[in-house]
């Protein structure tokens, strides 16, 4: 069905108040939205059986009219009088039972019911709305489904620029997967700061900042929480991403999701790229939106109810080699810490930004399907892994030009460097910890949501 993740939930009256006898007999409630933006009544059909099996509460899916301008409401916005009606009834007819629901304030935070995530790092905002200030710059979309370039937009500008700015870029980034800002005159400070305003903004748990790579030195030149992307670190071994030090011949062995063997893992990443060869060193994203959408219902629903074990224990190995110790305290969360570098999470994923699912499993970091056999487990990896690297529409390669940034959100996206140059490439890397991982069952894909 069509709805929307708004939902609302009252306590109803003790079964013993409701005169709602017959077995089996179907009702219809229906409940008026009196949020400005939805008029239009819900309606749900349920049969006296359901509602005893419910017995003290009741679940409503509100279908806004304005799927777009809605979908980001999160305040519960059904009135609060409800009236159960037999469907059947003589026109007339009284209800069958009426009751008043206990109101309920507005902006009460509810802990959401859904599957994964963790009480001390769920996210603080859902479904934020787009405002529109970002249109006063020149842009672009790339691709239909991921990448947005913007022209004439300073990271210096937005780190003075009021919220309702930030919060409107974080929207594109969680919308369009990446977003592209060209000539960026900046320190890897003011990233940082940048990086830090963006995720408090778009609603991250205040128990997660900006990660601190568990293979950055301590001490490092440019402080902890920058990690230097670098042609000449990779050769030696100790990049970010193991590509060289795999003996794949294939590029596509490279893509990944920032950090994902973090227990919580990265809601935006930044780069910028100050150091290039003359040609080579593309970038390329994929939409994890898209992917779901390519997935039918059957495997959907599926996958919804698995989790994944994301393991990065090939780091242990290249600290050892480069005889580096490995940051073993609190990597931006105190989730993050210690020697194991893996983590579980579901291979459905919500975006609380859009409120959109995504596939959340990928090639760099992800070992296991758990709950299935490991030949299972292997061909769901192997499918999911080829969706990415086969669906040339569902990507966009950059071509960076110098100080060039990008800002990507990594719950929605993957990412895989090219190296097909022998010149020396390097760049600075943010990236903050949003939200351990969770799937709202309410959620639904990009295309659905937007609709036709
Ligand atoms: O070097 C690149 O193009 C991408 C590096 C990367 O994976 C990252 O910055 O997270
Ligand atoms: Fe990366």
Request: charged share 20%; hydrophobic share 35%; with cysteine.
């Amino acid at each position: 069905m069509n709805g929307c993740a708004c939902w609302a939930e009252w306590e109803l009256p003790q079964p013993s108040h409701m005169h709602v006898h017959p077995v089996q007999m179907l009702f219809t409630f229906s409940t008026r939205c009196t949020h400005p933006s939805h008029n239009i009544v819900s309606c749900y059909s349920i049969n006296t059986k359901a509602v005893q099996c419910l017995s003290t509460s009741i679940r409503i899916t509100c279908i806004p009219p304005y799927r777009r301008a809605h979908k980001r409401t999160v305040i519960p916005c059904l009135s609060k009088s409800l009236a159960l009606v037999p469907r059947r009834a003589p026109p007339g007819a009284a209800p069958v039972v009426t009751f008043t629901m206990p109101s309920m304030p507005s902006a009460a935070p509810r802990a959401p019911k859904v599957f994964g995530g963790n009480e001390v790092a769920r996210p603080r905002l859902s479904n934020l709305t787009y405002s529109g200030s970002l249109e006063r710059f020149k842009h672009g979309d790339l691709t239909p489904v991921i990448g947005r370039e913007f022209e004439g937009l300073q990271v210096t500008e937005l780190l003075s620029a009021p919220a309702d700015t930030i919060a409107d870029l974080a929207v594109t980034i969680s919308e369009r997967g990446v977003v592209f800002l060209r000539g960026q005159d900046v320190t890897p400070t003011q990233m940082k700061d940048l990086m830090l305003r963006l995720t408090q903004v778009a609603g991250s748990p205040s128990s997660s900042g900006l990660h601190v790579h568990p293979l950055t030195e301590e001490g490092s030149e440019l402080g902890d929480q920058i990690s230097v992307i670098s042609s000449e670190k990779q050769k030696k071994g100790g990049g970010l991403t193991h590509q060289l030090s795999d003996v794949s011949r294939f590029a596509s062995s490279g893509w990944h999701s920032d950090i994902s063997f973090e227990p919580v893992p990265s809601d935006y990443a930044m780069l910028k790229i100050h150091t290039l060869p003359a040609t080579g060193g593309d970038t390329i994203w994929a939409s994890g939106y898209e992917v779901y959408d390519r997935l039918s219902p059957p495997l959907r629903a599926m996958l919804a109810g698995l989790t994944a074990t994301h393991d990065a224990t090939f780091f242990l190995d290249e600290a050892a080699r480069l005889g580096n110790p490995i940051r073993q305290g609190e990597r931006g969360s105190p989730l993050n810490q210690g020697k194991a570098l893996t983590a579980v999470h579901p291979v459905i994923r919500t975006n609380p930004v859009t409120g959109w699912n995504s596939v959340y499993v990928n090639k760099g970091f992800t070992k296991r399907i758990n709950g299935v056999t490991k030949d299972e487990s292997d061909v769901l990896l192997a499918y999911l892994f080829n969706m990415v690297t086969q669906n040339h529409d569902a990507q966009v390669r950059f071509r960076w030009r110098q100080n060039d940034l990008a800002i990507w959100d990594n719950r929605s996206t993957w990412h895989c460097a090219t190296y097909d140059y022998a010149e020396a490439r390097a760049g600075d890397r943010v990236c903050s910890l949003g939200e351990a991982p969770y799937l709202d069952p309410a959620a639904t894909g990009r295309r659905e949501a937007l609709g036709p």
